[in-house]
Structures are given as C-alpha cells and as structure tokens.
T-cell receptor, first 112, second 113 residues
Framework: NAGVTQTPKFQVLKTGQSMTLQCAQD?????MSWYRQDPGMGLRLIHY???????DQGEVPNGYNVSRSTTEDFPLRLLSAAPSQTSVYFC???????????FGSGTRLTVV | AQSVTQLGSHVSVSEGALVLLRCNYS??????LFWYVQYPNQGLQLLLK??????LVKGINGFEAEFKKSETSFHLTKPSAHMSDAAEYFC???????????FGQGTTLQVKP
C-alpha cells in the first residue's frame, strides 16, 4: 500500500491564482480530511468527508472547496490564492472514527 | 463541540529524564483520544490511541498515556527521554458524532544531552 499520497510537495502561487492539491489513498478508508498547519496554531481542519459524495466544513473552510467523487480521492481546491493561505497542507484518511488517521507527507504552499 | 488543550508549547528535558506532555480534553461523551508525533519536515505519525478499552495505553517508541475521566486528561509519558524523541507532539480527539479529528496546538519536546 502506498498509504496517503499528496501532490505536489511544493508549490508557489501568485495571489489570485487557483490550483488543486491532490490527495489519494489506497486503503479503502471512508474518512478523509484536509488540514493546514501554521506555526503555533497546530493543525486546523479545513474540510472533511465521511464517504464518497459526502463532505462538510471544518474550522477554516473559507477560500477552499472540496469534492469526493470516489473513495480514493479527495482534492482540495484553492479558488483565488491569498498570502494568508501560505501554509503546509496535510491530507489524512481513516477507516473509522476510532482507528486514527494516516497522514500524507504534506504540501508546502507559498502564495506571493 | 469537543476540544483539546495542550499545556505548554515547549517542554525541555535532559536525556534519560522523564517525559510528561499534558493534554486535557472537553467532551460530553466518552471520547476517542490520540497522540501523534511530527519530526521536522515530515507528516504526522500515530503514537497511540485510547478507544475505551484499557485506561493505560502503550504506544510506539516506549511512550504511554493514561486516560483519566475524572480529570478529563490524557497525558503522554516516557520514563527515559532519548535524543531521538525531540519532535512536536499533538494530542487529538475524534468527535463522536462526526468523526472529525480535532487537534491541540502541539508541544515541542527538546531533549538536552
């Protein structure tokens, strides 16, 4: 199993550009989440999904969209990048709520 | 909504000393609790989890945590710190009704020789 795969690992965007961060898992996990990590703020939940076709907002959803058309994939879209979205983004997946999430290696995004 | 508070953003110990990282949670129902470790420039790795079985949970790398319902705590301990334990540690709670995983703000562990 590859686990949770995130692409790209690094990205630089200009303010106003849009892009999609990719996340794929091959463990047949129903639960998937996106987090952003900023110094001193821990990991903050952006969006999450409990299965294909079901998504919901987390703590900091503004400026981000998600969809879950398959069990395996959970892409995160930045609609119009802003410098405040400079962060490290992590995707994670889990079999169920008591199993613990498996994390990807992260995407480091810089918006200039 | 459930939440997690980690007391102390930085903890410094000498090699061989006891490691104690504190975590308190708020939950109206029995929670699922987790500790994760993050080494520099890496993703998060699950250390251990509490899912209402034994209150003393053993994890990887010699770490363990004790669930205390009366204190709403889930502190992480290791009897003897090693230099390789230097990392950031996160406590997290899984919301019982949604499955969302909510993190504390993290504690950076420094191990001095």
């Amino acid at each position: 199993n590859a686990g949770v795969t995130q692409t790209p690992k690094f990205q630089v965007l200009k303010t106003g550009q849009s892009m999609t961060l990719q996340c794929a898992q091959d463990m047949n996990h129903e639960y998937m989440s996106w987090y952003r990590q900023d110094p001193g703020m821990g990991l903050r939940l952006i969006h999450y999904s409990v299965g294909a076709g079901i998504t919901d907002q987390g703590e900091v959803p503004n400026g981000y969209n998600v969809s879950r058309s398959t069990t395996e994939d959970f892409p995160l879209r930045l609609l119009s990048a802003a410098p405040s979205q400079t962060s490290v983004y992590f995707c994670a997946s889990s079999y169920d709520r008591e199993d613990g999430y498996t994390f990807g290696s992260g995407t480091r995004l810089t918006v200039v | 909504a459930q939440s997690v508070t980690q007391l102390g953003s930085h903890v410094s110990v000498s090699e061989g000393a006891l490691v104690l990282l504190r975590c308190n949670y708020s939950s109206s129902v029995p929670p699922y609790l987790f500790w994760y470790v993050q080494y520099p420039n890496q993703g998060l790795q699950l250390l251990l989890k509490y899912t209402s079985a034994a209150t003393l949970v053993k994890g990887i790398n010699g770490f363990e945590a004790e669930f205390k319902k009366s204190e709403t705590s889930f502190h992480l301990t290791k009897p003897s710190a090693h230099m390789s334990d230097a990392a950031e540690y996160f406590c997290a709670v899984s919301e019982s009704n949604t499955g969302k995983l909510i993190f504390g703000q993290g504690t950076t562990l420094q191990v001095k020789p």
